[in-house]
C-alpha cells in the first residue's frame, strides 16, 4: 500500500449500521475498524454519501448486500483517496468519487480501484456523491443496454426521482425526445427544466391516452420504468415498432400480465438490469464509458446531479425519512 502518511489513519471510524430492520429508528451510529485495501482497492475518506433507494429497502430487509460487501448501507461516496492498494491507478489526496457494493454511510469506504471516477474540477464533493450510482444505472439501461440513439422517443417514468432526473438531462443531451411521468405540477415544471419535452401529472392525466398524439403518434422507442405491475402493460401499448422497455425496478410489484401477442406484433425487446451484485470487471468497464461520453458534459456544466437536501451522516434516519416524503433530485449525507 502506498500513502504519504498511513501512520495518520485512525484504527476506526463511525459508520451508520442497522440495528435491525424497518423504520428509519434502525439506523445508528457505531465504530467498525478501520478497512485497509487489498491489491486492485482503494480506501476513500468520504466527504459525502448519496441516498438511494435501495439504501431504503436494505434497511427495511428487502435487499440485502451481496456477499463480501459492508452490511451497512451506502452505494456511492465522495471524498478523497486516503489508501491505495497494489495495483491501483489513483495517488492518495486525489479527489475521487465511486460506486460501491456497499458501505457508503461511514467515515472511510472501500472500493474496486475501477469503479473509482475523477471528480470534474470545480464540483463539490456533495453533487460527485449524486453521481456514481444514478448515473450508472441510466448510462446501462438507457444507452447500453436500451441502445437509445439521437431522434428517438424516451419515456422516463418518475422523472423527478435521482434516477429520472439524470435520465431526462442525458436523453436531452443525447439528442432524444423525452417524455415523462411525475406527481404534480411542480414536479412537471422540474422536468421540463430538465429538459423533458413532454411532462404527464399521472394523478391527473393517463400517459398512455396523452402519449398516443405525442411526436405524430409514432410511439415510444426506449421507456425506463421503475414501477412495474401494472405499468408494464401501459408501456407495452405504448411502445413503438421495434421499441425497448428496460426495467430497472418493481415499485408496484414485480409480476404483472402482458399481452406476449402485443410485444411479437411490434417486435419488442423486455429487458432489464440490477447493478449492484454485478462483478467489478463490468462495473469498471461500465465507468470508463461513463467517463468517456458523460464527463465532458459535467466538466461544462452542461449536464449535473440534482440535489434537493444535504443531512450529516450521523443523521441519516432523517434522510430516510426524506426519502419518503415527495422530493425532487438526491439526498445526500455530508461528513
Not at 430516510?320 to 416524503?325: A, E, I, S, T
Amino acid at each position: 500500500m502506498r500513502r504519504t502518511d498511513p501512520a495518520r489513519l485512525p484504527d476506526d471510524m463511525c459508520v451508520i449500521a442497522l440495528n435491525g430492520h424497518g423504520g428509519p429508528d434502525v439506523l445508528q451510529v457505531e465504530r467498525r475498524p478501520l478497512p485497509r485495501p487489498g491489491p486492485g482497492e482503494v480506501l476513500i475518506a468520504v466527504h459525502a454519501a448519496g441516498v438511494n433507494r435501495p439504501d431504503v429497502l436494505q434497511r427495511m430487509g428487502a435487499y440485502p448486500p451481496p456477499p463480501g460487501a459492508p452490511e451497512w448501507p451506502g452505494l456511492e461516496v465522495a471524498g478523497t483517496v486516503a489508501l491505495a492498494g497494489e495495483g491501483s491507478r489513483w495517488q492518495p489526496g486525489t479527489r475521487v468519487m465511486s460506486l460501491l457494493a456497499g458501505g457508503g454511510y461511514a467515515e472511510y469506504a472501500l472500493a474496486a480501484e475501477g469503479s473509482v471516477l475523477p471528480i470534474p474540477d470545480g464540483m463539490g464533493f456533495a453533487e460527485a456523491a449524486a453521481i456514481p450510482e444514478t448515473f450508472l444505472t441510466v448510462w446501462h439501461n438507457v444507452f447500453q443496454r436500451g441502445a437509445l440513439r439521437a431522434g428517438e422517443t424516451c419515456l422516463v417514468h418518475g422523472g423527478t426521482s435521482g434516477i429520472g432526473t439524470v435520465a431526462i438531462q442525458l436523453a436531452h443531451a443525447f439528442g432524444a425526445y423525452v417524455a415523462t411521468t411525475v406527481g404534480s405540477p411542480e414536479k412537471a415544471e422540474a422536468a421540463r427544466r430538465l429538459g423533458a419535452d413532454l411532462a404527464i401529472d399521472y394523478r391527473r392525466e393517463d400517459f398512455v391516452e396523452v402519449l398516443k398524439g405525442w411526436r405524430n403518434g409514432r410511439g415510444v422507442d426506449l421507456t425506463l420504468d421503475m414501477v412495474g405491475g401494472d405499468y408494464l402493460a401501459r408501456n407495452v401499448a405504448v411502445a413503438a415498432d421495434d421499441g425497448r422497455i428496460v426495467q430497472i425496478a418493481h415499485l408496484r410489484g414485480r409480476e404483472a400480465p402482458v399481452d406476449l401477442f402485443a410485444i411479437m406484433r411490434k417486435r419488442l425487446v423486455l429487458t432489464g438490469s440490477t447493478l449492484r451484485a454485478r462483478d467489478a470487471a463490468f462495473k469498471a468497464e461500465l465507468a470508463a464509458d461513463l467517463q468517456r461520453h458523460v464527463w465532458p458534459l459535467l466538466a461544462d456544466g452542461r449536464i449535473k446531479p440534482l440535489i434537493e437536501e444535504t443531512y450529516p451522516l450521523t443523521q441519516a434516519g432523517e434522510a430516510h425519512r426524506h426519502m419518503d416524503r415527495d422530493h425532487i433530485g438526491k439526498v445526500v449525507l455530508t461528513l
